[in-house]
Protein backbone atom coordinates (compact mmCIF):
# COMPACT_ATOMS: atom_id res chain seq x y z
CA UNK A 1 0.00 0.00 0.00
CA UNK A 2 1.20 3.67 -0.57
CA UNK A 3 1.89 4.99 2.36
CA UNK A 4 0.81 8.54 0.99
CA UNK A 5 -3.00 7.09 0.40
CA UNK A 6 -5.23 9.70 1.42
CA UNK A 7 -7.09 7.34 4.74
CA UNK A 8 -10.52 8.31 5.72
CA UNK A 9 -11.58 6.89 9.07
CA UNK A 10 -15.46 7.49 9.76
CA UNK A 11 -16.62 8.55 13.32
CA UNK A 12 -19.57 7.60 14.70
CA UNK A 13 -19.67 9.22 18.45
CA UNK A 14 -22.65 8.38 19.59
CA UNK A 15 -26.20 7.44 18.28
CA UNK A 16 -28.89 10.28 19.28
CA UNK A 17 -30.53 12.73 17.03
CA UNK A 18 -28.63 15.78 16.33
CA UNK A 19 -29.54 19.32 17.60
CA UNK A 20 -28.58 22.86 17.03
CA UNK A 21 -26.89 23.83 20.78
CA UNK A 22 -26.07 26.89 19.75
CA UNK A 23 -26.45 29.49 16.73
CA UNK A 24 -24.49 33.44 16.52
CA UNK A 25 -26.46 36.20 16.56
CA UNK A 26 -23.25 38.40 15.85
CA UNK A 27 -19.81 38.73 16.56
CA UNK A 28 -20.40 39.27 19.56
CA UNK A 29 -22.83 37.06 21.48
CA UNK A 30 -24.24 33.53 20.25
CA UNK A 31 -27.30 31.90 21.83
CA UNK A 32 -27.36 28.46 23.90
CA UNK A 33 -30.15 26.05 23.56
CA UNK A 34 -30.61 24.92 26.88
CA UNK A 35 -33.40 22.58 26.50
CA UNK A 36 -31.91 20.66 23.91
CA UNK A 37 -28.34 20.28 25.44
CA UNK A 38 -30.95 18.56 28.86
CA UNK A 39 -32.41 16.40 26.12
CA UNK A 40 -29.26 15.14 25.36
CA UNK A 41 -27.94 14.88 28.44
CA UNK A 42 -30.37 12.90 29.33
CA UNK A 43 -30.62 10.61 26.28
CA UNK A 44 -26.91 9.05 26.76
CA UNK A 45 -28.39 7.96 30.27
CA UNK A 46 -31.40 5.29 28.39
CA UNK A 47 -28.46 4.82 25.86
CA UNK A 48 -28.90 0.80 25.02
CA UNK A 49 -25.92 -0.28 22.54
CA UNK A 50 -27.87 -3.32 22.12
CA UNK A 51 -29.95 -1.46 19.49
CA UNK A 52 -27.15 -1.15 17.18
CA UNK A 53 -26.22 -2.76 13.82
CA UNK A 54 -23.26 -5.64 14.83
CA UNK A 55 -20.10 -3.20 14.91
CA UNK A 56 -18.79 -5.52 12.41
CA UNK A 57 -21.40 -5.07 9.90
CA UNK A 58 -21.32 -1.89 10.17
CA UNK A 59 -17.53 -1.64 9.20
CA UNK A 60 -18.52 -3.46 6.68
CA UNK A 61 -21.26 -1.09 5.39
CA UNK A 62 -18.25 1.35 5.64
CA UNK A 63 -15.82 -0.20 3.83
CA UNK A 64 -18.04 -0.91 0.41
CA UNK A 65 -19.49 2.62 0.41
CA UNK A 66 -15.41 3.96 -0.25
CA UNK A 67 -14.94 0.63 -2.10
CA UNK A 68 -14.12 2.52 -5.71
CA UNK A 69 -11.72 4.94 -4.15
CA UNK A 70 -8.45 5.15 -2.10
CA UNK A 71 -10.51 6.31 0.72
CA UNK A 72 -10.05 3.72 3.85
CA UNK A 73 -12.60 3.88 6.51
CA UNK A 74 -13.15 2.57 10.44
CA UNK A 75 -15.81 2.96 12.67
CA UNK A 76 -15.31 4.93 15.78
CA UNK A 77 -17.70 5.70 18.70
CA UNK A 78 -17.10 7.92 21.87
CA UNK A 79 -16.50 5.95 24.97
CA UNK A 80 -19.37 6.29 26.24
CA UNK A 81 -21.39 4.60 24.07
CA UNK A 82 -19.34 1.31 24.14
CA UNK A 83 -21.83 0.32 27.40
CA UNK A 84 -24.90 1.35 28.81
CA UNK A 85 -23.87 3.50 31.68
CA UNK A 86 -23.37 2.40 34.98
CA UNK A 87 -24.46 6.40 36.18
CA UNK A 88 -27.90 6.99 37.03
CA UNK A 89 -27.93 10.74 36.97
CA UNK A 90 -25.99 12.77 34.45
CA UNK A 91 -23.98 14.41 37.29
CA UNK A 92 -22.27 11.41 38.32
CA UNK A 93 -21.57 11.14 34.94
CA UNK A 94 -19.66 14.45 34.20
CA UNK A 95 -18.00 14.07 37.84
CA UNK A 96 -16.67 10.64 36.19
CA UNK A 97 -15.27 12.05 32.72
CA UNK A 98 -13.81 14.99 34.76
CA UNK A 99 -12.05 12.53 36.99
CA UNK A 100 -10.68 10.73 34.43
CA UNK A 101 -9.92 14.17 32.43
CA UNK A 102 -7.96 15.29 36.13
CA UNK A 103 -5.63 12.05 35.25
CA UNK A 104 -4.75 12.82 31.76
CA UNK A 105 -3.92 15.97 32.44
CA UNK A 106 -1.56 15.28 35.03
CA UNK A 107 -0.13 12.28 32.75
CA UNK A 108 0.81 15.20 30.15
CA UNK A 109 2.26 17.69 32.65
CA UNK A 110 4.44 14.54 34.16
CA UNK A 111 5.69 13.20 31.07
CA UNK A 112 6.09 16.71 29.68
CA UNK A 113 8.51 17.80 33.41
CA UNK A 114 10.35 14.43 32.70
CA UNK A 115 11.44 15.49 29.32
CA UNK A 116 12.33 19.16 30.44
CA UNK A 117 14.03 17.65 33.81
CA UNK A 118 16.59 15.65 31.30
CA UNK A 119 15.11 12.28 32.43
CA UNK A 120 17.61 9.26 30.79
CA UNK A 121 16.10 6.26 29.42
CA UNK A 122 18.41 4.61 31.39
CA UNK A 123 16.54 6.03 34.13
CA UNK A 124 13.19 4.95 33.50
CA UNK A 125 14.44 1.33 33.38
CA UNK A 126 12.38 -1.42 35.35
CA UNK A 127 14.85 -2.61 38.11
CA UNK A 128 16.83 -5.35 38.02
CA UNK A 129 15.40 -6.54 41.76
CA UNK A 130 11.70 -6.36 39.76
CA UNK A 131 12.49 -8.65 36.79
CA UNK A 132 11.23 -11.49 36.83
CA UNK A 133 11.58 -14.37 34.16
CA UNK A 134 8.58 -16.16 34.75
CA UNK A 135 6.30 -12.40 34.57
CA UNK A 136 6.32 -10.25 31.67
CA UNK A 137 4.26 -8.17 34.03
CA UNK A 138 7.43 -6.96 35.88
CA UNK A 139 9.05 -4.30 34.28
CA UNK A 140 6.82 -1.58 35.59
CA UNK A 141 8.29 1.80 37.25
CA UNK A 142 6.36 5.42 36.97
CA UNK A 143 7.93 6.00 33.79
CA UNK A 144 6.54 8.92 31.06
CA UNK A 145 3.07 9.47 31.26
CA UNK A 146 0.75 10.08 27.93
CA UNK A 147 -2.94 9.34 29.48
CA UNK A 148 -5.99 7.52 28.08
CA UNK A 149 -8.48 9.10 25.65
CA UNK A 150 -12.09 9.53 24.79
CA UNK A 151 -12.71 8.55 21.41
CA UNK A 152 -12.39 4.99 20.23
CA UNK A 153 -11.71 3.79 16.27
CA UNK A 154 -12.76 0.36 15.24
CA UNK A 155 -9.46 -0.54 13.26
CA UNK A 156 -8.33 -4.34 12.46
CA UNK A 157 -5.08 -5.71 13.66
CA UNK A 158 -2.79 -8.88 12.51
CA UNK A 159 -3.38 -11.27 9.33
CA UNK A 160 -6.48 -12.16 9.05
CA UNK A 161 -7.53 -9.02 10.68
CA UNK A 162 -9.31 -9.30 13.90
CA UNK A 163 -11.17 -5.78 14.99
CA UNK A 164 -11.08 -4.14 18.01
CA UNK A 165 -11.92 -0.69 19.30
CA UNK A 166 -8.40 1.52 19.81
CA UNK A 167 -8.39 4.96 22.00
CA UNK A 168 -7.55 7.22 19.27
CA UNK A 169 -4.66 9.98 21.08
CA UNK A 170 -2.79 12.89 19.92
CA UNK A 171 -0.97 13.31 22.93
CA UNK A 172 0.58 9.78 22.88
CA UNK A 173 3.13 8.01 20.19
CA UNK A 174 3.13 4.12 21.37
CA UNK A 175 0.30 2.36 19.58
CA UNK A 176 -0.62 -0.73 21.47
CA UNK A 177 -3.13 -3.55 22.05
CA UNK A 178 -3.69 -6.49 25.06
CA UNK A 179 -2.60 -9.26 23.72
CA UNK A 180 -2.79 -12.97 24.91
CA UNK A 181 -1.50 -15.01 27.00
CA UNK A 182 -3.07 -12.16 29.63
CA UNK A 183 -1.22 -11.54 33.16
CA UNK A 184 -3.29 -8.94 33.68
CA UNK A 185 -5.57 -7.87 31.83
CA UNK A 186 -9.16 -5.11 32.05
CA UNK A 187 -12.37 -5.64 30.77
CA UNK A 188 -12.16 -4.72 26.64
CA UNK A 189 -15.62 -5.35 24.06
CA UNK A 190 -13.82 -7.58 21.62
CA UNK A 191 -12.01 -10.60 22.91
CA UNK A 192 -8.15 -10.40 23.66
CA UNK A 193 -6.02 -10.23 20.09
CA UNK A 194 -3.98 -13.64 20.22
CA UNK A 195 -0.52 -13.31 18.18
CA UNK A 196 -0.59 -16.83 17.21
CA UNK A 197 -3.61 -16.24 14.99
CA UNK A 198 -1.76 -13.28 12.47
CA UNK A 199 0.52 -14.48 10.61
CA UNK A 200 2.18 -11.06 9.76
CA UNK A 201 3.22 -10.81 13.46
CA UNK A 202 7.05 -10.28 14.14
CA UNK A 203 8.62 -9.59 17.57
CA UNK A 204 11.05 -6.84 17.31
CA UNK A 205 14.63 -7.33 18.37
CA UNK A 206 16.09 -5.27 20.96
CA UNK A 207 18.55 -4.28 19.25
CA UNK A 208 15.69 -2.79 16.21
CA UNK A 209 15.65 0.77 15.86
CA UNK A 210 12.13 0.68 17.28
CA UNK A 211 13.29 -0.92 20.07
CA UNK A 212 15.67 1.51 20.37
CA UNK A 213 13.29 4.56 20.63
CA UNK A 214 11.50 3.43 23.40
CA UNK A 215 11.79 5.65 26.36
CA UNK A 216 10.85 1.85 28.79
CA UNK A 217 12.39 -0.99 27.63
CA UNK A 218 14.03 -4.06 28.61
CA UNK A 219 15.03 -7.02 27.10
CA UNK A 220 14.57 -10.96 27.15
CA UNK A 221 15.69 -13.61 25.39
CA UNK A 222 17.21 -11.29 22.60
CA UNK A 223 13.10 -9.62 22.13
CA UNK A 224 12.30 -6.44 22.61
CA UNK A 225 9.65 -5.12 25.75
CA UNK A 226 7.90 -2.30 26.19
CA UNK A 227 6.38 -0.50 28.94
CA UNK A 228 3.99 2.44 29.34
CA UNK A 229 2.92 4.28 32.71
CA UNK A 230 0.11 6.65 33.19
CA UNK A 231 -0.08 9.81 35.38
CA UNK A 232 -3.22 7.63 37.56
CA UNK A 233 -1.27 4.64 37.63
CA UNK A 234 -2.24 2.74 34.80
CA UNK A 235 0.03 0.70 32.61
CA UNK A 236 0.89 -1.52 29.87
CA UNK A 237 3.76 -3.98 29.39
CA UNK A 238 4.15 -6.72 27.09
CA UNK A 239 6.47 -7.28 23.69
CA UNK A 240 7.30 -4.84 21.43
CA UNK A 241 6.21 -5.89 17.84
CA UNK A 242 4.89 -5.20 14.01
CA UNK A 243 1.61 -6.44 12.37
CA UNK A 244 -0.68 -5.39 9.94
CA UNK A 245 -3.07 -2.53 10.91
CA UNK A 246 -6.22 -2.44 8.78
CA UNK A 247 -9.00 0.11 8.20
CA UNK A 248 -12.09 -1.76 7.51
CA UNK A 249 -11.88 -4.32 4.46
CA UNK A 250 -10.43 -1.59 2.10
CA UNK A 251 -6.67 -1.52 3.04
CA UNK A 252 -3.87 -1.87 5.49
CA UNK A 253 -0.68 -1.00 6.72
CA UNK A 254 2.51 -3.31 6.76
CA UNK A 255 4.97 -3.52 9.77
CA UNK A 256 3.11 -0.87 12.28
CA UNK A 257 5.26 -1.20 14.96
CA UNK A 258 3.33 -1.64 18.62
CA UNK A 259 2.91 -2.95 22.25
CA UNK A 260 1.48 -6.58 22.62
CA UNK A 261 0.50 -5.91 26.31
CA UNK A 262 0.01 -9.17 28.61
CA UNK A 263 -0.05 -7.15 31.51
CA UNK A 264 -2.05 -3.87 31.47
CA UNK A 265 -4.83 -1.84 34.05
CA UNK A 266 -6.16 1.84 33.71
CA UNK A 267 -8.44 3.89 32.01
CA UNK A 268 -9.03 2.30 29.10
CA UNK A 269 -12.29 -0.22 29.75
CA UNK A 270 -13.64 -0.87 26.35
CA UNK A 271 -11.09 -0.65 24.12
CA UNK A 272 -8.34 -2.99 23.41
CA UNK A 273 -5.12 -0.49 23.14
CA UNK A 274 -4.61 2.95 21.91
CA UNK A 275 -3.69 4.18 18.79
CA UNK A 276 -0.88 7.15 19.16
CA UNK A 277 -1.04 9.85 17.01
CA UNK A 278 1.75 12.08 18.09
CA UNK A 279 4.72 13.75 17.04
CA UNK A 280 7.22 11.33 17.80
CA UNK A 281 8.52 8.42 15.81
CA UNK A 282 6.48 5.95 16.86
CA UNK A 283 3.31 7.36 16.29
CA UNK A 284 1.45 6.05 13.32
CA UNK A 285 1.30 9.30 11.75
CA UNK A 286 5.16 9.00 11.96
CA UNK A 287 5.01 5.51 10.62
CA UNK A 288 2.70 5.73 7.76
CA UNK A 289 4.50 9.00 6.93
CA UNK A 290 1.76 10.89 6.47
CA UNK A 291 2.05 14.74 5.32
CA UNK A 292 -0.94 15.44 7.42
CA UNK A 293 -4.08 14.37 9.27
CA UNK A 294 -7.29 16.37 10.43
CA UNK A 295 -9.69 15.48 12.76
CA UNK A 296 -13.30 16.71 13.85
CA UNK A 297 -14.38 15.43 16.88
CA UNK A 298 -18.53 15.60 17.50
CA UNK A 299 -20.53 15.88 21.02
CA UNK A 300 -20.32 12.83 22.53
CA UNK A 301 -23.53 13.42 23.73
CA UNK A 302 -24.50 13.90 19.88
CA UNK A 303 -25.96 11.36 16.91
CA UNK A 304 -23.60 13.21 14.00
CA UNK A 305 -20.58 11.06 13.02
CA UNK A 306 -17.41 12.61 11.42
CA UNK A 307 -14.02 11.58 10.02
CA UNK A 308 -10.02 11.35 10.77
CA UNK A 309 -8.55 11.42 7.28
CA UNK A 310 -4.88 11.33 6.43
CA UNK A 311 -3.06 13.17 3.46
CA UNK A 312 -6.52 15.98 3.40
CA UNK A 313 -6.10 19.07 2.40
CA UNK A 314 -7.87 21.36 5.30
CA UNK A 315 -11.48 23.14 3.80
CA UNK A 316 -10.69 26.47 2.18
CA UNK A 317 -12.47 28.46 5.02
CA UNK A 318 -9.99 27.31 7.73
CA UNK A 319 -8.39 29.49 10.19
CA UNK A 320 -4.47 29.00 10.13
CA UNK A 321 -2.06 29.34 12.58
CA UNK A 322 1.50 27.74 13.09
CA UNK A 323 2.37 24.45 14.30
CA UNK A 324 5.24 24.87 17.01
CA UNK A 325 7.21 21.96 18.21
CA UNK A 326 9.01 21.44 21.95
CA UNK A 327 12.55 20.73 21.14
CA UNK A 328 12.63 18.77 24.44
CA UNK A 329 9.60 16.82 23.45
CA UNK A 330 8.17 15.87 20.24
CA UNK A 331 5.19 14.16 20.75
CA UNK A 332 3.09 17.14 21.61
CA UNK A 333 1.32 19.60 19.26
CA UNK A 334 1.74 23.50 19.97
CA UNK A 335 -0.13 26.35 18.66
CA UNK A 336 0.90 29.97 18.57
CA UNK A 337 -1.93 31.52 20.67
CA UNK A 338 -1.76 35.17 21.35
CA UNK A 339 -4.53 35.52 22.78
CA UNK A 340 -8.29 35.41 24.10
CA UNK A 341 -11.40 37.36 23.35
CA UNK A 342 -14.67 37.50 25.26
CA UNK A 343 -18.20 38.55 23.78
CA UNK A 344 -15.64 40.66 21.06
CA UNK A 345 -13.04 42.16 23.31
CA UNK A 346 -9.61 41.31 23.70
CA UNK A 347 -8.47 39.94 27.20
CA UNK A 348 -5.46 42.12 28.64
CA UNK A 349 -3.38 38.43 28.83
CA UNK A 350 0.47 38.49 27.72
CA UNK A 351 1.01 37.05 24.42
CA UNK A 352 4.08 35.50 26.93
CA UNK A 353 1.46 33.08 28.82
CA UNK A 354 1.12 31.24 25.62
CA UNK A 355 4.52 30.78 24.58
CA UNK A 356 7.16 28.26 24.75
CA UNK A 357 10.41 29.36 26.61
CA UNK A 358 13.83 28.22 25.75
CA UNK A 359 13.73 25.42 28.57
CA UNK A 360 10.72 23.78 26.66
CA UNK A 361 8.42 25.81 29.64
CA UNK A 362 5.22 27.28 28.30
CA UNK A 363 3.02 26.84 25.62
CA UNK A 364 -0.15 25.47 25.13
CA UNK A 365 -0.88 22.39 23.09
CA UNK A 366 -4.15 20.74 20.57
CA UNK A 367 -4.60 17.37 22.27
CA UNK A 368 -7.53 14.68 21.54
CA UNK A 369 -7.76 13.56 24.59
CA UNK A 370 -8.09 16.32 27.52
CA UNK A 371 -11.40 17.35 27.94
CA UNK A 372 -11.60 20.37 29.50
CA UNK A 373 -9.09 23.28 28.00
CA UNK A 374 -6.30 23.92 30.69
CA UNK A 375 -5.37 27.69 30.89
CA UNK A 376 -2.72 29.45 33.15
CA UNK A 377 -4.12 30.45 36.13
CA UNK A 378 -3.61 33.96 35.28
CA UNK A 379 -4.87 33.37 31.81
CA UNK A 380 -7.96 31.66 32.99
CA UNK A 381 -8.64 34.54 35.43
CA UNK A 382 -9.10 37.38 32.84
CA UNK A 383 -11.15 34.83 30.95
CA UNK A 384 -13.16 33.65 33.49
CA UNK A 385 -13.96 37.43 34.79
CA UNK A 386 -14.94 38.58 31.69
CA UNK A 387 -17.24 36.15 31.24
CA UNK A 388 -19.02 36.55 34.30
CA UNK A 389 -18.96 40.56 34.15
CA UNK A 390 -21.19 39.90 30.74
CA UNK A 391 -23.37 37.34 32.21
CA UNK A 392 -24.55 39.02 35.27
CA UNK A 393 -28.15 38.28 33.38
CA UNK A 394 -27.84 34.41 34.49
CA UNK A 395 -28.48 33.23 37.62
CA UNK A 396 -25.47 31.63 39.24
CA UNK A 397 -25.47 28.27 40.53
CA UNK A 398 -22.71 26.61 43.31
CA UNK A 399 -19.34 24.91 41.19
CA UNK A 400 -19.04 21.80 40.76
CA UNK A 401 -15.52 20.06 40.46
CA UNK A 402 -12.96 22.00 38.93
CA UNK A 403 -15.86 24.34 37.42
CA UNK A 404 -15.95 27.72 39.75
CA UNK A 405 -18.38 29.24 37.36
CA UNK A 406 -21.86 28.22 37.42
CA UNK A 407 -25.19 28.77 36.52
CA UNK A 408 -28.80 27.65 37.37
CA UNK A 409 -31.06 27.89 33.75
CA UNK A 410 -33.76 25.47 34.91
CA UNK A 411 -36.01 27.80 33.73
CA UNK A 412 -35.12 28.88 30.73
CA UNK A 413 -35.01 27.58 26.90
CA UNK A 414 -32.33 29.66 25.25
CA UNK A 415 -29.96 31.90 26.71
CA UNK A 416 -27.95 34.87 25.20
CA UNK A 417 -24.38 34.58 26.11
CA UNK A 418 -21.06 36.30 25.07
CA UNK A 419 -18.66 34.59 22.17
CA UNK A 420 -15.45 33.32 23.36
CA UNK A 421 -12.60 33.23 20.80
CA UNK A 422 -9.29 32.19 20.19
CA UNK A 423 -6.68 34.76 18.89
CA UNK A 424 -4.26 33.30 17.00
CA UNK A 425 -0.53 34.79 16.37
CA UNK A 426 -0.97 35.17 12.64
CA UNK A 427 -3.86 37.84 13.49
CA UNK A 428 -6.83 35.14 12.84
CA UNK A 429 -9.72 34.67 14.77
CA UNK A 430 -11.69 31.06 16.15
CA UNK A 431 -15.25 31.65 17.61
CA UNK A 432 -16.56 29.03 19.84
CA UNK A 433 -19.99 28.04 19.91
CA UNK A 434 -21.52 28.52 23.39
CA UNK A 435 -22.21 24.75 23.89
CA UNK A 436 -18.38 24.39 23.79
CA UNK A 437 -18.27 26.55 26.70
CA UNK A 438 -21.50 26.31 28.74
CA UNK A 439 -21.98 23.00 28.88
CA UNK A 440 -24.61 20.48 31.35
CA UNK A 441 -23.16 18.89 34.27
CA UNK A 442 -26.40 17.68 35.57
CA UNK A 443 -30.03 16.90 34.47
CA UNK A 444 -31.74 19.51 36.05
CA UNK A 445 -30.38 22.37 34.11
CA UNK A 446 -27.27 24.01 36.43
CA UNK A 447 -24.72 24.71 33.10
CA UNK A 448 -21.03 25.49 33.78
CA UNK A 449 -18.27 27.67 32.49
CA UNK A 450 -16.34 24.64 30.59
CA UNK A 451 -12.79 26.51 31.41
CA UNK A 452 -10.34 25.57 34.14
CA UNK A 453 -7.18 26.80 35.65
CA UNK A 454 -3.69 24.96 36.24
CA UNK A 455 -1.01 25.64 37.72
CA UNK A 456 1.43 24.05 34.99
CA UNK A 457 3.28 26.20 32.42
CA UNK A 458 1.45 23.82 30.21
CA UNK A 459 -1.91 25.17 28.42
CA UNK A 460 -4.40 22.91 27.05
CA UNK A 461 -6.72 23.13 24.13
CA UNK A 462 -9.39 20.38 25.09
CA UNK A 463 -11.83 18.21 22.66
CA UNK A 464 -15.11 20.27 24.39
CA UNK A 465 -13.95 23.41 23.09
CA UNK A 466 -12.55 21.48 19.43
CA UNK A 467 -16.49 19.61 19.30
CA UNK A 468 -17.68 20.61 15.92
CA UNK A 469 -14.32 21.92 14.22
CA UNK A 470 -12.24 20.25 12.26
CA UNK A 471 -8.58 20.47 13.24
CA UNK A 472 -6.07 19.94 10.60
CA UNK A 473 -2.67 19.21 11.14
CA UNK A 474 -0.06 19.83 8.09
CA UNK A 475 3.27 18.20 8.80
CA UNK A 476 4.97 18.90 5.95
CA UNK A 477 4.23 22.55 6.20
CA UNK A 478 3.91 23.16 10.26
CA UNK A 479 0.31 24.63 10.21
CA UNK A 480 -2.63 24.05 12.25
CA UNK A 481 -6.10 24.76 10.58
CA UNK A 482 -8.92 25.07 12.38
CA UNK A 483 -12.55 25.28 10.32
CA UNK A 484 -16.15 25.56 12.56
CA UNK A 485 -18.89 23.21 11.15
CA UNK A 486 -17.12 20.79 9.19
CA UNK A 487 -17.66 17.39 10.75
Known amino acids: MALNAFIFVALIVSLFPSFTLSRTLSGT ?14 AVLSFNPQTLKPLDQQQEEESLTYSNTSIFSVVLHSRDSLYKTSHKDYKN ?3 SRLERDSARVDSLNTKLQFALHGVKKSDLKPMETELQPEDLSTPIISGTSQGSGEYFSRVGVGHPAKSFFMVLDTGSDINWLQCQPCSDCYQQSDPIFNPSSSSSYKPLSCASQQCSALDV ?35 SVDNVALGCGHDNEGLF ?29 VDRDSGKSSTLEFNSVPPGDSVT ?35 IDASGNGGIIVDSGT ?17 VKNTQHLPSASGVALFDTCYDLSSMRSVKVPTVSFQFGDGKSLSLPAKNYL ?13 APTSSSLSI ?17 SRVAFSSNKC
Do not use: E
Not at 272 to 278: C, I, K, P, S
Not at 338 to 353: C, D, E, Y
Not at 439 to 451: L, Y
Open 371 to 387: AITRLQTQAYNSLRDAF
Open 217 to 251: SACRGGRCLYQVSYGDGSFTVGDFVTDTVSFGNSG
Open 93 to 95: LVL
Open 269 to 297: VGAAGLLGLGGGSLSLTSQIKASSFSYCL
Open 321 to 355: TSLLRNSKLDTFYYVRLSGMSVGGQALSIPSSLFA
Open 439 to 451: IPVDSSGTFCFAF
Open 29 to 42: HTVLNVLDSLQQAQ
Open 461 to 477: IGNVQQQGTRVSFDLAN
